[in-house]
């Protein structure tokens, strides 16, 4: 946020708020409102709305915390390529078992890149976390920088969504995810370069 800094009561409401959305988010299963969030942070109506214009701006400043505990996570690895790839891929698989449940809910319309190139905040704070080691591995794989579809892909493969069927529909451990989609992930890094260097070629064979 810029400009001047919140006053402490104003910064408190909006964290109340944004805690009190989240777990409204974990144990509802109906569509939430804004004055359900406010009753349960404990402030008026109006002062809800003057921090957040809908429920899913809610949502997204809840997203966009959790993303900066990635964010934080992945700047302090002292590794690169694949093994901080993984490390923060598994970090994230662990936030999202303590904490992802709030962020299920809700699925927006709009495709990830659509959104991320737009620059929502909550998308671009978990793509600063795993750009560079996306980068670093394609590197290490001698593979083609593919830009931001290796993060599109693992954002397909790691979606709270996905990871939580494979915890609580198939019985795997949160290190047997990690294991598994970082297994997937490096395959699909490797086919959509593949691909791309072949559709490439494709076309000027033509």
Do not use: H
């Not at 560079?132 to 397909?156: C, Q, T, V």
Request: net charge neutral; proline share 3%.
């Amino acid at each position: 946020m810029t400009g001047k800094p919140m006053r402490s009561d104003t910064e408190r409401n909006r964290k109340n708020l944004i805690q009190a959305g989240a777990r409204l988010f974990e144990r509802s299963e109906s569509p939430i409102s804004l004055t359900e969030i406010a009753a349960e942070a404990g402030v008026s109506v109006a002062t809800a709305y003057r921090q957040f214009t809908s429920v899913e701006e809610v949502l997204n400043a809840y997203r966009q915390e959790v993303g900066q505990l990635l964010l934080d996570y992945s700047i302090g690895q002292r590794c690169s390529g694949l093994e901080k790839l993984e490390s923060v891929s598994r970090y994230w698989v662990k936030l999202v078992r303590e904490r992802g449940a709030a962020m299920v809910p809700m699925r927006n319309r709009r495709g990830y890149l659509e959104r991320l190139w737009e620059g929502a905040e909550y998308l671009q704070v978990q793509a600063d976390a795993l750009r560079p080691a996306l980068r670093e591995s394609m590197d290490e794989m001698d593979l083609p920088d593919i830009g931001d579809k290796a993060i599109f892909l693992w954002n397909i493969l790691f979606d709270p969504r996905e990871i939580f069927d494979l915890l609580n529909t198939v019985g795997l451990t949160e290190k047997q995810v990690g294991t598994q989609l970082m297994a997937v992930l490096v395959g699909g890094l490797r086919g959509f370069a593949t691909a791309n260097d072949f559709t490439i070629e494709a076309s000027r064979t033509r």
